[in-house]
């Protein structure tokens, strides 16, 4: 069974930073685009970043020049995609998700989330 997993989050003050980590269990999903989502309380899940086999990257307007998304497919274990958060703002406090490996079951598979808190 695919899955994966994401790490990183935790509670940082405004201006920080934080990596975030999303491990894919089987390293042919480096095939597939590779997501990140994020979700407040009270608001509707929504998306933040991705990355494609070609590692061609796409962001939100509100965390652009912010937020950098790579890929490592270097690994013989897992595929790793990673989001570097700079510059965090209040307004970036949320669970965030990795969504992936689309080849292995349609919509892709999506991981239990990592809770990022931004303090001002």
């Known amino acids: 069974q695919v899955q994966v997993v994401e790490s990183g989050g935790g509670s940082v003050r405004a201006g920080g930073s934080l990596r975030l980590a999303c491990a894919a269990s089987?390293?042919?999903?480096?095939?597939?685009?590779m997501f990140w989502y994020r979700q407040a309380p009270g608001k509707e899940r929504e998306f933040v970043s991705s990355?494609?086999?070609?590692?061609?990257?796409?962001?939100?307007d509100s965390v652009k020049g912010r937020f950098t998304i790579s890929a490592d497919n270097a690994n013989s274990s897992v595929y790793l995609v990673y989001l570097e958060m700079n510059n965090l703002k209040p307004e970036d406090t949320a669970m965030y998700y990795c969504?992936?490996?689309?080849?292995?079951?349609?919509?892709?598979?999506w991981g239990r989330g990592t809770q990022v808190t931004v303090s001002s």
């Open positions: 990355i494609d086999s070609y590692g061609t990257t796409k962001y939100a």
């Open positions: 969504r992936g490996c689309g080849s292995w079951y349609p919509g892709g598979v």
């Open positions: 089987e390293t042919s999903c480096y095939i597939d685009d």
